[in-house]
């Protein structure tokens, strides 16, 4: 199926099932209440023909580094997400998922930011135009001096070019685009999955968005070229998501264990994802 290049490109990578498990507790894991058993990733893990030793590895590195905690219930052990994780999971899910920008005020901001401000500015989106001075699209908390910049379209959207890596970002869009289409045209010409398998394209089609979207700017359409490969990319990945939303649940509600030993109860908003 469509699925087996991506695999295939995953696999020359192993090194990355660190940044995967990440993925997957913040999609799947802990819209269930964030605490799952070591079996049900491994499980998972061995779709993706990443290998047991492999995965505990990486858990025993992402615990060690506080994004994960771990609980022995006897022999077996359970992660959630440490509060490191969760704080920033809270926002980048808001990035991933809303299909809606935030609104524009129609110019930008010109930050010249206390030092200790530069690396928080940075995280937060902003484009560098020169050394220590930042554009935000949006308003931005930072002490130091704060300049309106207004402007028609045409030089707005020069200056958001001289500021963002938007070149790059397009090109990330794209192959993302070029990468999916064919699952998504297999999924819209009636095409199935296995529970497990829809569960793995789900992760892998979350996993290389966010790549791309959390160092996204998200800057408004006013300022972005017409033929801006970001607006396909998150109307393909909605499209995708939906489409392997049932069968991927499914999974989950059979196989993601808690402490008690009963399945992670299913969370109805993870269906309200890509809606707003």
């Not at 995708?240 to 992670?264: F, Q």
Request: charged share 20%; proline share 7%.
């Amino acid at each position: 199926m469509p699925l087996d290049p991506i695999l295939a490109h995953l696999r020359g990578a192993p090194s990355r099932t660190w940044s995967l498990i990440i993925t997957l507790y913040g999609d799947a894991i802990v819209p269930r209440g964030g605490s799952v058993w070591l079996g049900t990733l491994l499980a998972f893990f061995r779709a993706l023909d990443i290998g047991d030793g492999v995965v505990r590895t990486a858990m025993s590195r992402l615990a060690a580094d506080g994004w994960l905690e771990r609980n022995r219930v006897g022999r077996n052990s359970f992660y959630r997400l440490a509060a490191k994780g969760e704080a920033e999971f809270a926002e980048a899910t808001r990035r991933i998922y809303s299909t809606n920008s935030p609104p524009w005020p129609g110019h930008f901001c010109l930050l010249l930011p206390d030092a200790a401000d530069k690396a928080t500015l940075e995280q937060a989106g902003c484009g560098s135009i020169a050394p220590g001075v930042f554009l935000a699209a949006h308003e931005a908390r930072a002490d130091g001096l704060q300049l309106t910049v207004q402007g028609d379209a045409a030089t707005l959207r020069a200056l958001a070019e001289r500021a963002w890596p938007l070149a790059g970002l397009a090109e990330h869009y794209a192959h993302f685009v070029a990468s999916f289409t064919p699952l998504r045209d297999f999924l819209d010409a009636g095409g199935t999955c296995a529970p497990l398998e829809a569960l793995a394209a789900r992760v892998l089609l979350i996993h290389q968005y966010r790549r791309i979207v959390l160092r996204d700017p998200l800057l408004p359409d006013a300022v972005l070229p017409g033929d801006w490969p970001g607006r396909a990319a998150r109307a393909l990945c909605a499209t995708v998501y939906r489409a392997l939303l049932p069968a991927s649940e499914a999974w989950l509600d059979a196989n993601a264990i808690d402490e008690s030993g009963a399945p992670l109860p299913r969370s109805d908003a993870i269906f309200q994802r890509f809606s707003r």
